[in-house]
């Protein structure tokens, strides 16, 4: 049977990853017969939902991937198998026992519908990075992954439940190895100054041994701290900010600010304070770095006083020399926020914020 991959440009890097596992698979835009594997995360769920219901191939659907691991009932109503988790050992597994005709049930890592009945088989044990390339050279690329999973337990987050709570990273050779492929150098981390330590306690001379290692590739462009990866504000010290002047392309840092109320950043778990935010927002102007912070409306039971209060730290974040980029909750599965309704942002908040991106100093979402 063909094995194809379901490739759009909003799963291009889960994409990129799953490719090297399956040796001979074609990159498809929709579905054809064969074995057909999909990863997507909840915003695409009603999309391939529908493109898998309406299609008239004669296939196997696989899902994995942030969505199918979170809600793997609702997924099978529409595919055939789901991949809980890491995907790197259990999918080619998998696509091997279905293609010899060998009983799935003895796949660790997966659920499926057996006779009206879900069967979820053993879990695995989450795997280890250096094993597995982040993308084939001459197929769909991806930023390189440095690191997985993360200590904290923000309620809004899939990141902890899907891939542990404590961070793996990849070695800096492996890393080294990947960055041979690129020009620009991106890459993805729940927190890229925890590079190398535990997620909670940094340790930067990891960090700085990384930043080194790739400044002695020719012609490459490093940029660390930045979309499509994120840092912590309670990370952002004079040093670690010294590392991306001495060693990288980019002036700007991705932050991660969430809220300008301590009662919500204490409620959803999220480890550090508002002056945390602020200080490293201070910090990063006095080493001419541009913070983009990403701020959140709308979660449980955030009163309009303290949107007005996230409203004015957006306004001093500006004033500063940073930039805003806002959201609006969305529910995951298999968060502590899962089944939550986001709280509407009020009137007064949202003609500010239309405001201010009308100027553009705000840029996102900040509506469901």
Request: aromatic fraction near 8%; hydrophobic fraction near 20%; proline fraction near 7%.
């Given at each position: 049977?063909?094995?194809n991959l379901r490739l759009h440009r909003k799963n291009s890097y889960s994409i990129a990853a799953l490719a090297p596992l399956l040796p001979g698979a074609t990159l498809v835009s929709e579905p054809h017969d064969g074995i057909m594997v999909y990863s997507f995360p909840t915003r695409q769920k009603d999309m391939f939902f529908a493109e898998v219901d309406n299609s008239k191939t004669d296939s196997i659907y696989i899902a994995g991937g942030p969505h199918p691991t979170g809600a793997p009932t609702e997924t099978l109503e529409h595919f055939d198998y789901v991949v809980i988790g890491e995907g790197e050992e259990t999918l080619p597994e998998l696509i091997e026992a279905i293609r010899s005709g060998t009983d799935?049930?003895?796949?660790?890592?997966?659920?499926?519908l057996q006779n009206g009945n879900i069967i979820y088989?053993?879990?695995r044990r989450h795997v280890d990075l250096d094993q597995y390339p982040c993308f084939e050279p001459e197929g769909v690329h991806c930023p390189i992954e440095?690191?997985?999973?993360?200590?904290?337990?923000?309620?809004?987050?899939?990141t902890?439940?899907?891939f542990g709570h404590r961070m793996r990273h990849r070695s800096i050779d492996s890393i080294v190895r990947c960055a041979q492929h690129y020009r620009d150098l991106r890459f993805?981390?729940?927190?890229a100054f925890a590079y190398g330590s535990d997620g909670v306690h940094p340790q930067l001379d990891k960090v700085e041994k990384l930043l080194s290692a790739l400044n002695q590739l020719e012609d490459k462009n490093i940029y660390f701290g930045t979309f499509p990866s994120e840092v912590r504000p309670d990370f952002v010290t004079d040093q670690a900010l010294e590392l991306i002047v001495d060693h990288c392309t980019n002036s700007t840092i991705s932050l991660g600010g969430q809220s300008g109320s301590d009662r919500i950043l204490e409620r959803i778990r999220r480890g550090h304070t508002v002056r945390d935010v602020i200080t490293a927002v201070e910090r990063c102007s006095i080493h001419g770095i541009t913070p983009a912070v990403d701020i959140i409306f709308g979660f449980p039971d955030e009163t309009?006083?303290?949107q007005l209060r996230t409203l004015e730290l957006i306004r001093w974040i500006i004033k500063n020399n940073g930039q805003v980029r806002a959201h609006y909750l969305t529910p995951l599965p298999s968060t502590p926020y899962a089944n939550v309704v986001p709280v509407k942002v009020?009137?007064?908040?949202?003609?500010?914020l239309g405001a201010m991106a009308r100027d553009g100093n705000l840029t996102g979402t900040w509506e469901c």
């Open positions: 049977m063909d094995v799935t049930g003895q796949i660790r890592g997966i659920t499926y088989t053993d879990p440095i690191s997985r999973g993360c200590p904290y337990r923000c309620k809004y987050c899939q902890p439940y899907i993805t981390s729940s927190n309009e006083e303290e009020c009137e007064r908040v949202r003609q500010l």
